[in-house]
């Protein structure tokens, strides 16, 4: 089955500053890769993915690169804000026409210093 | 209440007692999700329903039943339970795709359930 590791487990950053979240997964026919933000006492919700026939995308300040030859996809947050603080989880996923098998990493505690 | 509701949010149940988590979404969706969070660990899947029907079962032990009257409903009953397994319990819900087309929708997630077996 698929395996995903994530790096680094925390992160503190100073705020205004950029964050960087690696993980690398397993399986060379996943092809989905959601990123989950998690706050403290509150449930994931997604922020950003991306599919493997895209290598990058970008929404405002947050941006995904994946490198399937590699198979790695970091997340990028710029202009780091404190409401960045959070739990941040990726995920990989294998084609599976219906539903979402999602496979998380362990999570990155990311804490913004003002 | 809208999006994903979880119920009871907290739970101490002792060994051998028998209880049940409760998860309904309302946004018309036809895929739900069980997931174990744990500290330090990833969250794990447990157990896929796809229009009523599992379609996944993580390996998971059989003092977790997980039962999907309809799509918007979806219980897990919990019996025996070990003091590993206090966690949190979190239900997510997508729409799917029937008729084997590859789809990937996000899943919502709702708040949780706490739950502490001693």
Redesign the interface.
């Known amino acids: 089955g698929e395996n995903v590791e994530q790096h680094p487990s925390t992160l503190s950053v100073q705020e205004g500053d950029s964050a960087v979240i690696k993980c690398t997964y397993s399986d060379s026919a996943s092809n989905y890769f959601p990123w989950y933000k998690q706050e403290l006492g509150k449930r994931p919700q997604l922020i950003i993915d991306i599919r493997s026939n895209v290598g990058e995308k970008k929404d405002q300040r947050i941006a995904v690169t994946l490198n399937k030859t590699a198979k790695h996809f970091s997340l990028h947050i710029t202009e780091t804000q404190p409401e960045d603080s959070a739990v941040y989880f990726c995920a990989a996923s294998p084609p599976n026409f219906g539903n979402e098998k999602l496979t998380f990493g362990t999570g990155t505690r990311l804490t913004i210093i003002p | 209440e809208t999006g994903?509701t979880q119920t009871p949010r907290h739970l101490v149940m002792g060994m051998t007692n028998k209880k049940s988590l409760k998860c309904e979404q309302h946004l018309g969706h036809n895929?739900m999700y069980w997931y174990k969070q744990s500290a330090?660990?990833?969250?794990?899947?447990m157990f896929?329903y796809?229009f009523k029907e599992q379609?996944?079962n993580n390996s998971v032990p059989s003092r977790f039943s997980p039962e999907c009257p309809n799509s918007s409903h979806l219980f897990l009953h919990l019996h025996t339970l070990q003091p590993e397994d206090s966690a949190l319990y979190?239900c997510a819900s997508?729409l799917?795709?029937?008729?084997?087309?590859?789809?990937?929708?996000?899943?919502f997630?709702?708040?949780?359930t706490r739950l502490t077996v001693l």
């Open positions: 994903v895929a330090k660990k990833p969250l794990e899947l896929v796809n379609t996944e979190l997508s799917a795709l029937a008729g084997g087309t590859s789809s990937y929708n996000e899943q997630f709702g708040p949780g």
